[in-house]
């Protein structure tokens, strides 16, 4: 009985992030005379989560009927009693509103006012915490354990530095938001800063020194930090951090002005102290991944997509009962990645009038401005080596192994040049790894999948017009190191190629040269003399996917 009423007093403890719950429980005795028993609460916090009663019953093991029986007896009752609502008609898909009518939801509106809740319980004064640049974070959908995983990490373990990487939208700065309010007052100072526009490492020192000590210094050293961060506790936030890393290079190397950084990761990772320093970041620095460990001071954590209920709570916000057919198969094909669910709902309730099961048959993945945006910074920040990688694998649009990226795949550069950036590429969080049959494969992630593949089309469109249009191959690039069709792909992957890659290329070109009444027979005569033909030695796809296109026979 015991381990039973532990069990149902764990219930749903994400209510208590929004609600009242202590007040709640007080008014609800009041007005029954009756104590309330711990599954009538369990069942309370479930509904203000927007479970349904026979979710309820089945998370309590008990029969749906024998749930509302005694639910009708106690509760509702006395919840409509607190909602003055009358006898009989209570709708449990009404009770947060009710409640929320009557005041019931906690009112986190700013950040300020939730510090300065904070401030009266605990031991961090109003000039010790700085959110910085953080944002005020209304709804937040699951991640429960991995916030109780990351307190642990902060809390328990006394971390040191902790990354916690992903690809952009996949709610990292949203997690670290809400664990840093839960533990932010266990500190003596508290700093949050963006690093999106890149500061030099000086210039952020000398904030945090100003913020620690009080002491505007131009000119301070990362040795005086490390000697605030040893003296006091305080817990250290940089958000954006892939923003002091070069673009175009492998992961890892820092701009001008934030080579400091290196030196300093490395120090708070290694030195005494009783500090915490929390990277938010696309990509994990190497002063992180060389060495990290869940023995160590230094960890690394990797942010996924939502889990299956807090994805569905994240629709249920959106519009969506959280029944409807297809909604599984709508977060898998999303990865639960927050953004793109958010994205894809809206489109569905307005497009497809809710009806998702009709959204999933009619688009393959419909990408919102918004993680286009995302997906776009990603991607330029690319070196070479990786954006042809990410094409081969779209074109592959199947795990391949790095035999096969080596051997059929023109890349012209070194094994080990390939093995850096296909490491680069998942710590970017843009490839993942699978073990198919014992052998390690790269697979785009979906979303990336359907951007990798959209911005393929575009530019070997944009090479195939130049062609048409000058008459020559000086254009060439991605025509010749990558193939359009693979002759030797399975059926069903070929089919793919032609009507998400071939197809469109040749609709872009048939509009090329509708608009610029182009003749392309004495194009077809030239490149089939091999006139403008200069390419140079190696694997060279050019007359393959000329053929496909219809420019060469
Ligand atoms: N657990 C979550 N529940 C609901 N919305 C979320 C959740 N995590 C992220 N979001 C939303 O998704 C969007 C992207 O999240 P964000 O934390 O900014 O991603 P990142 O920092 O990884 O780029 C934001 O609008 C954020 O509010
Ligand atoms: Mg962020």
């Not at 369990?42 to 639910?71: D, H, I, M, N």
């Not at 961060?229 to 175009?248: H, M, P, S, W, Y």
């Not at 990797?302 to 198969?329: D, H, I, P, W, Y």
Request: include cysteine; aromatic fraction near 8%; glycine fraction near 6%.
């Amino acid at each position: 009985m015991l381990s039973d009423n532990a069990h149902i007093e764990g219930l749903f403890p994400e209510a208590s992030q929004n609600w009242d719950l202590d007040r709640l429980y007080a008014d609800l005795q009041a007005v029954s005379g009756k104590e309330i028993k711990p599954f009538e609460k369990a069942c309370l916090r479930g509904l203000l989560c927007r479970y349904r009663p026979g979710q309820l019953a089945f998370k309590l093991s008990w029969t749906s009927g024998a749930l509302r029986v005694e639910l009708n007896k106690g509760l509702y009752r006395s919840l409509e009693a607190i909602a003055g609502q009358p006898t009989n008609t209570l709708r449990w898909e009404k009770v947060p509103e009710w409640l929320e009518a009557k005041s019931y939801k906690v009112q986190r509106q700013t950040l300020h006012d939730l510090k300065s809740n904070f401030l009266t319980q605990a031991n961090i004064s109003a000039n010790s915490a700085d959110w910085g640049e953080a944002p005020n974070i209304q709804a937040f959908y699951g991640r429960t354990e991995e916030l109780n995983k990351l307190e642990q990490w902060i809390v328990g373990d006394r971390c040191h530095l902790l990354a916690v990487c992903g690809m952009g939208g996949i709610g990292k700065t949203a997690l670290m938001v809400k664990l840093v309010e839960n533990i932010y007052t266990q500190f003596d100072y508290f700093i949050w800063r963006s690093l999106r526009s890149a500061q030099p490492t000086a210039q952020l020192l000398s904030d945090l020194l100003q913020f620690l000590d009080g002491s505007a210094q131009t000119g301070c050293s990362i040795s005086d930090v490390i000697e605030l961060l040893r003296q006091k506790r305080c817990l250290v936030v940089l958000d954006d951090f892939e923003a002091t890393l070069q673009d175009g290079e492998l992961v890892g190397a820092y701009r001008q002005g934030c080579e400091g950084y290196a030196e300093f990761l490395q120090r708070v990772g290694a030195e005494r102290h009783q500090s915490s320093l929390i990277l938010i970041s696309r990509e994990q620095p190497k002063e992180i991944s060389m060495n990290q460990g869940e023995d160590q001071l230094i960890r690394y954590y990797k942010v996924n997509g939502l889990q299956r209920q807090g994805a569905v709570e994240l629709l249920r916000a959106r519009g969506f009962t959280g029944s409807e057919n297809g909604l599984e198969a709508l977060v898998q094909q999303y990865r639960g990645n927050p953004s793109a669910l958010r994205i894809v709902a809206g489109t569905i309730q307005e497009l497809f009038n809710g009806n998702v099961s009709e959204f999933l048959k009619q688009t393959a993945l419909a990408l919102g401005d918004v993680l286009r945006t995302l997906l776009y910074q990603q991607f330029e920040r690319l070196s070479k080596l990786e954006k042809d990688i990410l094409y081969w694998l779209a074109i592959k649009h199947r795990p391949v192994s790095l035999a096969t990226l080596r051997s059929q795949i023109s890349l012209q550069s070194s094994g080990s040049e390939l093995i850096d950036a296909l490491e680069s590429l998942r710590w970017r969080s843009l490839i993942e790894k699978v073990t198919e049959q014992g052998e390690v494969m790269f697979l785009l992630e979906p979303v990336v999948l359907k951007y990798v593949n959209r911005k393929f089309v575009e530019e070997v469109s944009k090479e195939i017009v130049a062609i048409a249009t000058q008459q020559n191959l000086k254009s060439i690039d991605l025509l010749q190191s990558h193939i359009i069709v693979e002759d030797l792909a399975p059926d069903s992957i070929r089919a793919m190629q032609i009507r998400l890659v071939l197809k469109p290329i040749k609709d872009k070109l048939a509009k090329a040269i509708d608009q610029n009444n182009l003749e392309l027979e004495s194009l077809r005569e030239k490149l089939a003399s091999g006139q403008p033909l200069s390419l140079p030695e190696g694997t060279n796809y050019t007359e393959a996917n000329l053929a496909l296109i219809g420019l060469w026979w």
